[in-house]
């Protein structure tokens, strides 16, 4: 569709919306009118006058019934503005023939009156008619000129100035300069509309593909992690077979070979595992199973785990959990992994330093939550880097990942779990003080959800 007739059809349906309003405002007018003069004028002509008037106004409304009845489209918009344009020249002629049908009166003040009144429905169409502007054209002129025509022909030059009709050209030339403003401004916003309704149609037409994109990633990630999975949890089996067979048998060197290939392929692991999770994440695919937890119960069990991931930078663990922890309902399985990656990254950034975990209930927001406090004594970050702490695939500096490994993954998978169980997660950290994590999940299960557990 060509955009000029795009363009027409935005118009004329503003128009039809115009339309009613012009209808009953012409209605008032004419009876107002009719009130005003009536007994000094023949009766027969103003009558003739007003039943010509509503005949026109009958014309308008088939206008806008037969539009609403009717989509605008371009093959039929230009016949509906083509109607419109006769019923305004018709309309305007009926009510330039005004002033010399109140001349008839002889009063100056009625002579008066109707040039008002034509003024201020020339002035009033500009609102109504002037957003096509050959509409109000046809209008307009039709409507004004027989005032001038009146003032020149058929009216004493005593009773007004010669300048009247400088005035009301000068009058004629300022509305038609006012409607073209008013056309060109809702030219400019049906323009401006229509642009951004092609722009937000191309960005929702990016954001389904990216979001397809990002699905078939994401399918993509756990396809390939299940792949590599597989074979390698064969390579961490088999390297701890022949680590332990080779220190019975006191070959020493091949052991220590072989504890490098399990460390390595453990870790590899986990960097598959978090990229298994997080794809799982973005497809949406991670199930919740709110269970009563005991609080204390769970950490002893992960501990040894959490000894293992702070030696390896030689760190110390200090587990704390306050006496008022008990119980809490959530999911064990995220909330492990949530502790454990906030550890693991502790340790990775802290050496020959400290880590603490304290468990304690707080209240927020009138309800009861248990925290789980991590504090270190590692290099700390500043505030830019505390902003892409929980973003996947990125790290404080383009160095951290050469220096202490990994792929970011951790912490924006922890921030995923948290969020996924009501919880909340925060980070008090500076360059050189370590860091202060604190992840605080409701102690109470959602209220839907109870029954799950």
């Known amino acids: 569709m060509h955009n000029d007739s ?5 118009q004329t349906e503003r128009l039809k919306e115009q339309a009613v309003g012009a209808l009953v405002a012409t209605i008032v007018v004419v009876g107002y009118v009719f009130y005003f003069v009536y007994g000094q004028v023949p009766a027969t002509t103003l ?24 989509a605008i489209t371009a093959d039929n918009v230009d016949k509906f503005v083509v109607a ?52 109000y054209i046809s209008y307009m002129l039709p409507m004004m000129l027989p005032i001038v025509i009146n003032q020149i022909l058929f009216t004493d030059a005593k009773l007004f100035a010669g300048s009247t009709i400088g005035l009301l050209v000068i009058y004629i030339i ?21 642009r951004n309704e092609e722009l937000v149609q191309d960005l929702r037409q990016e954001y389904e593909r990216a979001e397809e994109s990002s699905h078939a990633k994401s399918r993509f990630l756990a396809n390939m992690s299940h792949e590599l999975r597989t074979p390698l949890n064969a390579v961490i089996g088999y390297s701890e077979i022949i680590e332990d067979e080779a220190a019975e048998s006191g070959v020493d060197r091949i052991a220590d070979d072989a504890e490098k290939i399990r460390v390595s392929g453990k870790h590899l692991l986990k960097l598959i595992d978090d990229v298994l999770n997080l794809s799982r994440l973005d497809a949406g695919k991670v199930d919740i199973s709110y269970a009563c937890v005991n609080v204390a119960n769970m950490i002893n069990n992960i501990t040894p785990v959490l000894n293992e991931h702070s030696a390896v930078n030689n760190n110390a663990l200090e587990v704390r959990i306050e006496t008022d922890v008990q119980k809490l309902d959530t999911d064990v399985f995220l909330l492990e992994k949530i502790i454990i990656n906030i550890i693991s990254n502790s340790a990775k950034f802290t050496k020959n330093g400290r880590i603490k975990i304290q468990v304690e209930q707080q209240s927020r927001n009138t309800l009861q939550h248990i925290c789980f406090v991590v504090e270190d004594t590692g290099i700390g970050m500043d505030e830019e880097q505390r902003s892409i702490l929980f973003d996947a695939f990125r790290q404080a500096d383009e160095s951290s990942t050469r220096k202490y490994g990994g792929m970011g993954l951790g912490m924006a998978i922890s921030q995923r779990y948290v969020h996924l169980l009501g919880g909340t997660i925060e980070v008090d950290s500076e360059p050189g003080k370590g860091s202060r994590i604190c992840v605080c999940l409701p102690k109470d299960a959602p209220v839907e959800l109870k029954d799950v557990s």
Request: glycine share 4%.
């Open 6 to 10: 795009v363009y027409l059809i935005e």
């Open 47 to 70: 009558y003739a006058w007003v039943a010509v008037v509503l005949a026109i106004n009958v014309y308008l409304a088939v206008w806008i019934i037969s539009v609403n009845r009717s």
């Open 84 to 135: 419109y344009q006769f019923e305004a020249v018709i309309h305007g002629l009926s009510w330039g023939y005004l002033p010399f049908l109140l001349s008839q009166s002889g009063d100056i003040d009625t002579q008066l009156f109707s040039y008002y009144v034509i003024c201020s429905m020339a002035a009033g169409a500009i609102a109504t008619t002037g957003m096509i502007y050959r509409i």
């Open 174 to 194: 300022a509305m038609l300069m006012l409607s073209y403003r008013h056309y060109e401004s809702v030219l400019k916003s049906i323009v401006f509309s229509r």
